[in-house]
């Protein structure tokens, strides 16, 4: 077998001299155990070594293991580990491959990881992406939000994804809103990639399009990684645009947001107590999902059907067709009360409905104050539905 074969000499001084690992660089060794002793050869020209093997030389059973070695050592090895996983947030599997590959070279490493993720987001980017989060940001004439998808919510509880979010956000106020104050311009995905991201994170820093800082949080994180679309959301000529977020882990980030614009017809009227309610109200948005805001503005087809299933629920109790019409109409009025903003019940306080809480407000601040539109988000839905003051449609449908 080409081993040295020393049994007859002493055990504890065979053990002494051959119990420790052999280094060599970024080769395989053989160790050969006889019962407690530790015997090691290397391989000619890297041949395959078997992981065990038998004989019966003395009554002793041989075993061959194979272990791989370097010129650092673990401590150091564990140590460089450490700082690339730190540095990159990659998977730790992909850290030790780049490290084994670049012969232990962190910058190296760091490099081909980089190289690396480029392709693992590639195979990664047909996988279902449902969750994540939505971000948003605004100032003084525009509001933006944007949704992150991400495949685990793991993923969007990661402060990389989270600041990659909030950053998305802040650079999408550059792009143009609809000068009409009631209209929110819907911003498909592919009119996010390209703009420009300026990050001061320490693992993103530098300047780079939203496409390539994706591909490198993609890369970090091991999960698919893309945009959801966006609406850039223009501001009254007097009033406000009130925002609340929900399940919000650090401002301008959260799973569902209600955006609300309030136009006031005094400009000169305060606008403190404007505010506030505005507030309110998108969180009344967020609670009572309505789909509407005024029962003008429910669509011809939304109220046949609703009809149709409220007279045949009604025919079944074998009434007569007056209290059949009757039955439906009042129905109506409930249906009216669950998607139509304006006729909900307050969910701060039930014993008011918004067209009465604005009525209030109005009487506040000494100017008739109004609902010009108003937008429900959520993650995994894309950004489903805008109800613009005088539509009868939600504007888009995001991706």
């Given at each position: 077998?080409?081993?040295?074969?020393?049994?007859?000499?002493?055990?504890?001084?065979?053990?002494?001299?051959?119990?420790?690992?052999?280094?060599?660089?970024?080769?395989?060794?053989?160790?050969?155990?006889?019962?407690?002793?530790?015997?090691?050869?290397?391989?000619?020209?890297?041949?395959?070594?078997?992981?065990?093997?038998?004989n019966p030389i003395n009554g002793f059973r041989i075993y061959l293991t194979r272990n791989y070695s370097s010129d650092i050592s673990s401590?150091?090895?564990?140590?460089?580990i450490k700082q690339l996983r730190e540095r990159t947030s990659a998977p730790i599997k992909e850290v030790k491959l780049a490290l084994v590959?670049?012969?232990w070279d962190i910058e190296a490493a760091q490099k081909d990881l980089r190289k690396r993720g480029v392709v693992l987001a590639s195979k990664?980017?047909?996988?279902?992406?449902?969750?994540?989060?939505?971000?948003?940001?605004?100032?003084?004439?525009?509001?933006?939000?944007?949704?992150?998808?991400?495949?685990?919510?793991?993923?969007?509880?990661?402060?990389?994804?989270?600041?990659?979010?909030?950053?998305?956000?802040?650079?999408?106020?550059?792009?143009?809103?609809?000068?009409?104050?009631?209209?929110?311009?819907?911003?498909?995905?592919?009119?996010?990639?390209?703009?420009?991201?300026?990050?001061?994170?320490?693992?993103?820093?530098?300047?780079?399009?939203?496409?390539?800082?994706?591909?490198?949080?993609?890369?970090?994180?091991?999960?698919?990684?893309?945009?959801?679309?966006?609406?850039?959301?223009?501001?009254?000529?007097?009033?406000?645009?009130?925002?609340?977020?929900?399940?919000?882990?650090?401002?301008?980030?959260?799973?569902?947001?209600?955006?609300?614009?309030?136009?006031?017809?005094?400009?000169?009227?305060?606008?403190?107590?404007?505010?506030?309610?505005?507030?309110?109200?998108?969180?009344?948005?967020?609670?009572?999902?309505?789909?509407?805001?005024?029962?003008?503005?429910?669509?011809?087809?939304?109220?046949?059907?609703?009809?149709?299933?409220?007279?045949?629920?009604?025919?079944?109790?074998?009434?007569?067709?007056?209290?059949?019409?009757?039955?439906?109409?009042?129905?109506?009025?409930?249906?009216?009360?669950?998607?139509?903003?304006?006729?909900?019940?307050?969910?701060?306080?039930?014993?008011?409905?918004?067209?009465?809480?604005?009525?209030?407000?109005?009487?506040?601040?000494?100017?008739?104050?109004?609902?010009?539109?108003?937008?429900?988000?959520?993650?995994?839905?894309?950004?489903?539905?805008?109800?613009?003051?005088?539509?009868?449609?939600?504007?888009?449908?995001?991706?």
């Amino acid at each position: 077998m080409g081993f040295t074969q020393s049994v007859k000499r002493p055990i504890g001084m065979l053990y002494k001299s051959l119990s420790s690992q052999v280094k060599c660089r970024h080769a395989y060794s053989t160790s050969t155990v006889y019962g407690e002793n530790l015997y090691t050869r290397f391989p000619k020209n890297n041949s395959t070594v078997f992981p065990s093997y038998t004989n019966p030389i003395n009554g002793f059973r041989i075993y061959l293991t194979r272990n791989y070695s370097s010129d650092i050592s673990s401590s150091e090895q564990t140590t460089l580990i450490k700082q690339l996983r730190e540095r990159t947030s990659a998977p730790i599997k992909e850290v030790k491959l780049a490290l084994v590959a670049c012969n232990w070279d962190i910058e190296a490493a760091q490099k081909d990881l980089r190289k690396r993720g480029v392709v693992l987001a590639s195979k990664k980017s047909s996988r279902t992406a449902a969750e994540g989060l939505l971000a948003l940001s605004q100032d003084e004439k525009k509001a933006v939000v944007v949704e992150l998808n991400c495949e685990t919510d793991f993923v969007a509880r990661n402060d990389i994804f989270q600041y990659l979010a909030s950053s998305l956000a802040k650079s999408a106020l550059l792009l143009e809103g609809s000068r009409h104050p009631s209209i929110a311009t819907p911003v498909g995905p592919e009119c996010l990639e390209d703009l420009k991201l300026s990050s001061d994170h320490p693992k993103l820093t530098g300047e780079k399009s939203v496409q390539i800082a994706i591909t490198e949080v993609a890369s970090m994180m091991g999960e698919n990684v893309k945009l959801g679309g966006g609406f850039v959301i223009s501001a009254p000529s007097h009033g406000v645009l009130a925002t609340y977020l929900h399940t919000s882990p650090q401002p301008g980030i959260g799973r569902i947001a209600g955006i609300l614009s309030l136009e006031v017809e005094d400009k000169d009227a305060p606008l403190d107590a404007v505010q506030r309610v505005g507030s309110e109200i998108a969180m009344h948005v967020v609670a009572a999902k309505p789909l509407f805001l005024t029962k003008e503005d429910v669509s011809p087809d939304a109220l046949d059907s609703e009809r149709e299933i409220l007279r045949s629920q009604a025919e079944s109790t074998g009434k007569s067709q007056m209290a059949i019409d009757k039955m439906v109409e009042g129905r109506l009025r409930k249906y009216y009360e669950e998607v139509v903003l304006m006729e909900q019940k307050f969910v701060v306080d039930d014993s008011l409905n918004i067209k009465t809480l604005l009525n209030n407000l109005s009487k506040e601040v000494g100017s008739n104050v109004k609902i010009g539109y108003f937008l429900r988000v959520e993650v995994g839905e894309g950004l489903k539905r805008l109800q613009a003051s005088g539509g009868t449609e939600a504007l888009a449908q995001a991706a």
